[in-house]
C-alpha cells in the first residue's frame, strides 16, 4: 500500500534539525568573535583618546602628567566597563621637560614587550578579564601574553610636544 500524506517523515525533520543547529552553532561563533573584536577595538580607540588626554597635559604644561590628572581627565571605561589604567614611574610623575637638555635616560618606564624601551607613561586597559595580567614595577611594564591592551607614550614624543623635536 502506497501512503499519499504529504509531510516530513521524524528523519527528513531530523536532518533538517541538525542542518539549522549547525547554521546555527557558525552564527553564534562568528557573531561571539566579530562582538570580542569589537569590543577591543573600542577600547584601542579609548586608550588613543586617554593618550591624547595626556600628550595635552604635557604639552601644556611641559610636564610629565600626574596619576591625579589622568584620574580627574583622562579616565574612561574600556569596553567591558572596567576603568583604563596609569602607569608613570614614581620618579617621572609631574617631572618637568627641560627643551634645553632633553636627557631623560635612565628615568623611564620601559614598556617590556619587545619593541619599545623608551617608554615615558603607559594607559591601560585591563582587559576582557578585567584582572590586571601585566607585570610593572619602578622601571618596566610587561604586557607579554596578557589580555590586557596599553597605550604608551615614549620620551620621543613628549619632547617632540613639548619641544617640537
Given at each position: 500500500e502506497v501512503r499519499g500524506g504529504a509531510g516530513f517523515s521524524a528523519v527528513e525533520l531530523a536532518v533538517a534539525l541538525v542542518i539549522i543547529g549547525a547554521i546555527m552553532g557558525i552564527a553564534i561563533s562568528a557573531w561571539s568573535v566579530f562582538r570580542v573584536s569589537r569590543q577591543y577595538a573600542a577600547t584601542r580607540n579609548r586608550l588613543v583618546a586617554a593618550k591624547n588626554c595626556l600628550e595635552v597635559y604635557a604639552s601644556h604644561s611641559r610636564k610629565v602628567p600626574p596619576a591625579?590628572?589622568?584620574?580627574?581627565?583622562?579616565?574612561?571605561?574600556?569596553?567591558?566597563?572596567?576603568?583604563?589604567?596609569?602607569?608613570?614611574?614614581?620618579?617621572?610623575?609631574?617631572?618637568?621637560?627641560?627643551?634645553?637638555?632633553?636627557?631623560?635616560?635612565?628615568?623611564?618606564?620601559?614598556?617590556?614587550?619587545?619593541?619599545?624601551?623608551?617608554?615615558?607613561?603607559?594607559?591601560a586597559s585591563y582587559g576582557a578579564n578585567g584582572v590586571r595580567d601585566y607585570t610593572a614595577n619602578a622601571t618596566t611594564v610587561n604586557f607579554r601574553g596578557t589580555d590586557d591592551l596599553p597605550a604608551y607614550v615614549t620620551i620621543h614624543e613628549i619632547y617632540q610636544i613639548c619641544c617640537g623635536y
Open positions: 591625579s590628572y589622568f584620574d580627574a581627565r583622562c579616565r574612561a571605561p574600556d569596553a567591558w566597563g572596567h576603568d583604563l589604567v596609569y602607569e608613570v614611574t614614581a620618579a617621572m610623575e609631574g617631572l618637568r621637560v627641560d627643551c634645553s637638555a632633553p636627557n631623560l635616560a635612565g628615568r623611564v618606564l620601559r614598556l617590556d614587550d619587545g619593541d619599545h624601551n623608551a617608554t615615558l607613561l603607559v594607559a
